[in-house]
T-cell receptor, first 116, second 116 residues
Framework: AQSVTQLDSHVSVSEGTPVLLRCNYS??????LFWYVQHPNKGLQLLLK??????LVKGINGFEAEFKKSETSFHLTKPSAHMSDAAEYFC??????????????FGQGTELSVKP | GAVVSQHPSRVICKSGTSVKIECRSL??????MFWYRQFPKQSLMLMAT?????????EQGVEKDKFLINHASLTLSTLTVTSAHPEDSSFYIC????????????FGAGSRLTVL
């Protein structure tokens, strides 16, 4: 079975400072992992995904995440926060699609606030 | 890129009426679509998996007679909330998986249902 835990429900940073959103996963398969962002009353946008290729994954808008199997982590980082980064972020795990029927398991979400 | 359109984006209805939400893949064929429900400040909960031409698979605890899902074509899935009640008020989001089986889902922008 797959599960994902986002360690912080809310993170607040100042504009221009680094962002770290933490995520730990549990998976009985070799996992696919994703980070999605959701702006208020909007759908979800894929930031980046890990699918067993390079462990350091670069996404859109300057975000990146590193898959660490030994720590079962997939933390999201960005060197310098921008006001437009304020949103809800979801860490998501999926088993191999053909075994899991394509289901995504969402973390609880982390609300990122960016102060001027 | 792949685009999924949801309609309506917002709907308000009276208690006891039924509401239909459409999910369309605009530029690709989707053999599988997923319906999620999101309560305010909470994560997405998978309601059901919809496969083109077959019955939807519902997650535990989701009433299939309450939330009717139809996936009649490779580009359209519909969710009908029957005899809606105020507790059905929520944000409903669909996602679609490309028929080639790519390990990425495209999400719609969501539909906010308010039942008075």
């Amino acid at each position: 079975a797959q599960s994902v835990t986002q360690l912080d429900s809310h993170v607040s940073v100042s504009e221009g400072t680094p962002v770290l959103l933490r995520c730990n996963y549990s998976s009985s398969y070799s996992p696919s992992l994703f980070w999605y962002v959701q702006h208020p009353n909007k759908g979800l946008q894929l930031l980046l995904k890990y699918t067993s290729a390079a462990t350091l994954v670069k996404g859109i808008n300057g975000f990146e995440a590193e898959f660490k199997k030994s720590e079962t982590s997939f933390h999201l980082t960005k060197p310098s926060a921008h006001m437009s980064d304020a949103a809800e972020y979801f860490c998501v795990v999926s088993g191999p699609f053909y075994n899991q029927g394509g289901k995504l398991i969402f973390g609880q979400g982390t609300e990122l606030s960016v102060k001027p | 890129g792949a685009v999924v359109s949801q309609h309506p984006s917002r709907v308000i209805c009276k208690s006891g009426t039924s509401v239909k939400i459409e999910c369309r893949s605009l530029d690709f064929q989707a053999t599988t679509m997923f319906w999620y429900r999101q309560f305010p400040k909470q994560s997405l909960m998978l309601m059901a998996t919809s496969n083109e031409g077959s019955k939807a698979t519902y997650e535990q605890g989701v009433e299939k007679d309450k939330f009717l899902i139809n996936h009649a074509s490779l580009t359209l899935s519909t969710l009908t909330v029957t005899s809606a009640h105020p507790e059905d008020s929520s944000f409903y989001i669909c996602s679609a998986r490309h028929r080639t089986g790519a390990n990425v889902l495209t999400f719609g922008a969501g539909s906010r249902l308010t039942v008075l």
